[in-house]
Nanobody
Framework: QVQLVESGGGLVQPGGSLRLSCAAT????????MGWYRQAPGKQRELVAS???????NYADSMKGRLTISRDNAKNTIYLQMNILKLEDTTVYYC???????????????WGQGTQVTVSS
């Protein structure tokens, strides 16, 4: 069973930084696309940043210039460095990875459990 485990959320002051991590475990053959999303209460989940091998990372306009997404293929892990955090960045952040499991030909996407980011003075 594939699982995505997130870490790194927490409380930070406006202007501060956080680094989120998301590690995929299980019988994984290869991870293809990876991304971070966020969802505020009562709103749709929105893409924050995505990264695919060989493709320039993509960032949401609302956070462009303040984010860096990176991946460690050997560890099936993605990271999201968030800088100059604002009050409106407060919400739950989710990771998503599209991958092939061992002995499986179907590309499947999995979600992390979510990690709370709170920006407050």
């Amino acid at each position: 069973q594939v699982q995505l485990v997130e870490s790194g959320g927490g409380l930070v002051q406006p202007g501060g930084s956080l680094r989120l991590s998301c590690a995929a475990t299980g019988r994984i053959f290869r991870v293809y696309d990876m991304g971070w999303y966020r969802q505020a209460p009562g709103k749709q989940r929105e893409l924050v940043a995505s990264i695919t091998s060989g493709v320039t990372p993509n960032y949401a306009d609302s956070m462009k210039g303040r984010l860096t997404i990176s991946r460690d293929n050997a560890k099936n892990t993605i990271y999201l460095q968030m800088n100059i955090l604002k009050l409106e960045d407060t919400t739950v952040y989710y990771c998503n990875e599209g991958l092939l499991e061992q002995f499986d030909l179907l590309l499947k996407h999995y979600w992390g459990q979510g990690t709370q980011v709170t920006v407050s003075s």
